[in-house]
């Protein structure tokens, strides 16, 4: 279908062009939102002592993350904090780490406001056996009776996060990260059980905005 609509971009007059755009946008979509359910059900079926894991600086994958959303958080002057150690060895499953982290990123760009920040912060309890990572933005946080649903499938909690639509051109359009049908936090949690922990969410009592803390167990089961 996709194939179909993009040859069918350069052959149609410019007075349909515009009809042509908008399905090849909703094919993409479509496209993204089966390849998230497939993930979602691949991750369902993943035990933690079955994961394939590797070494990994957590730090460094933090960075690489944001910087893959670099342009969107630009387009919203929205700037990265980080809290934590320079290095933090780990062992996990790095692609899924970093789908977890890029698919947080990405819903603190969309839902924070223009010239907000987005704060990273990482710490460790030894003696709990877990690491605690942080993912706050400043914007106006999750309506509270959202809260336990959050990471429900096809949730999506909006009636105080209204989401920023990045201006874009036929020429220069942003790839997009997910299908926006509310599977980004669903995702993000099962991809941390998969690494045999948890992760919560509220709203930060200092900024307002949303709070998404991930602990992850610092030993493989």
């Known amino acids: 279908m996709r194939l179909v609509a993009e040859t069918l971009q350069q052959r149609v007059p410019q007075s349909l062009r515009d009809w042509v755009d908008r399905l090849l946008e909703e094919i ?18 993943t035990s933690a002592d079955s994961l394939e894991r590797h070494p990994l600086d957590l730090i460094q994958l933090i960075d690489t993350a944001w910087q ?14 980080y809290t934590g150690p320079e290095q933090f060895p780990y062992c996990g499953n790095e ?17 924070g406001p223009v010239s907000g920040r987005v704060l990273t912060r990482l ?15 400043t914007g106006s946080g999750f309506p509270p009776k959202d809260l ?23 020429e220069g359009r942003m790839p997009p990260i997910g299908s926006g049908s509310g599977l980004g936090l669903a995702i993000a949690r099962q991809i941390v059980e998969c690494h045999g922990g948890y992760m919560q969410a509220a709203n930060h009592p200092q900024y307002g905005g949303a709070w998404l803390r991930i602990y992850l167990p610092l030993t493989s089961p």
Request: include cysteine; proline fraction near 3%; charged fraction near 25%.
């Open 28 to 45: 993409i979509r479509l496209s993204l939102l089966v390849q998230e359910l497939l993930e979602l059900n691949r991750l369902s079926h």
């Open 68 to 81: 893959s959303l670099a342009p969107l958080a630009e387009a919203k002057n929205i700037r990265h904090e």
């Open 123 to 137: 710490l460790s309890d030894r003696e709990g056996g877990y690491l605690c990572l942080e993912v706050i933005d």
């Open 148 to 170: 336990p649903h959050v990471f429900e499938r096809f949730y999506r909690a909006q009636a105080r996060r209204h989401r920023f639509v990045i201006p874009t051109d036929s």
């Open 95 to 111: 692609s899924q780490l970093f789908r977890l982290l890029v698919n947080l990123y990405d819903n603190a760009i969309k839902y």
